[in-house]
């Protein structure tokens, strides 16, 4: 089956560090350009960073840029969200998604909540 | 940035109704531009790409117009089963930015 399975979410203090998982299974994971994209509770849906198929270029939001890095490993089929300095602001569900090329999200994560708070 | 505005921000229709949404972008896309369909709880799904191009799968009933600054996403007969929020994406130049949004809810 086609499918992205993020982990890693959960309650972290201002300032904090949380590290984000995503799975990928059913497809060739070193083919594709892929993506996080957040959706903060009850709001509309934020494209954070992308990486090419080989690692060699990534691209970030301005509000997260310095703060998140997005990695790969495609010997194990895993894309990463490092996340620090976390902020009340980056509270949101994160998505794990395949881009089309380059441009569109076509397979999207069920999605992990990240929750940022003392 | 480019940014994307929808209208309306929400509508209520029947079953069987036409529905158009509308997605402006700040400055001119070409034809860089996605339509999805989320419904609450769930991820987002890719309806159309490319301004106009259905995604496998997707019903004929969508259907998707425009270039430049403009497009239109237009549900021909609403089913039960569209009854959800859609978003438009555009997809011209990093960062990605989407629209806020469009509720599509039962009359």
């Known amino acids: 089956e086609v499918q992205l399975v993020e982990s890693g979410g959960g309650l972290v203090q201002p300032r904090g560090s949380l590290r984000l998982s995503c799975a990928a299974s059913?497809?060739?994971?070193?083919?594709?350009?892929m993506s996080w994209v957040r959706q903060a509770p009850g709001e509309g849906l934020e494209w954070v960073a992308n990486?090419?198929?080989?690692?060699?270029?990534?691209y970030y939001v301005d509000s997260v840029k310095g703060r998140f890095t997005i990695s790969r490993d495609n010997a194990k089929n895993s894309l990463y969200l490092q996340m620090n300095s976390l902020r009340a602001e980056d509270t949101a569900v994160y998505y794990c998604?395949?881009?089309?090329?380059?441009?569109?999200?076509?397979?999207w994560g069920r999605g992990t909540l990240v929750t940022v708070s003392s | 940035d480019i940014q994307m505005t929808q209208s309306p921000s929400s509508v209520s229709a029947s079953v069987g109704d036409r529905v158009t949404i509308t997605c402006r972008a700040s400055?001119?896309?070409?034809?860089?531009l996605a339509w999805y369909q989320q419904k609450p709880g769930k991820a987002p799904k890719l309806l159309i790409q490319?301004?106009?191009s259905l995604q496998s799968g997707v019903p004929s009933r969508f259907s998707g117009s425009g270039s430049g600054t403009d497009f239109t996403l237009t549900i021909s007969s609403l089913q039960p089963e569209d009854f959800a929020t859609y978003y438009c994406?555009?997809?011209?130049?990093?960062?990605?930015?989407f629209g806020p949004g469009t509720k599509v809810d039962i009359k």
């Open positions: 998604a395949r881009s089309f090329v380059n441009r569109y999200f076509d397979l």
């Open positions: 059913g497809f060739t994971f070193s083919s594709y350009w």
């Open positions: 990486i090419k198929q080989d690692g060699n270029e990534r």
């Open positions: 400055q001119g896309i070409s034809s860089w």
């Open positions: 490319t301004a106009s």
């Open positions: 994406q555009q997809g011209n130049s990093f960062p990605f930015t």
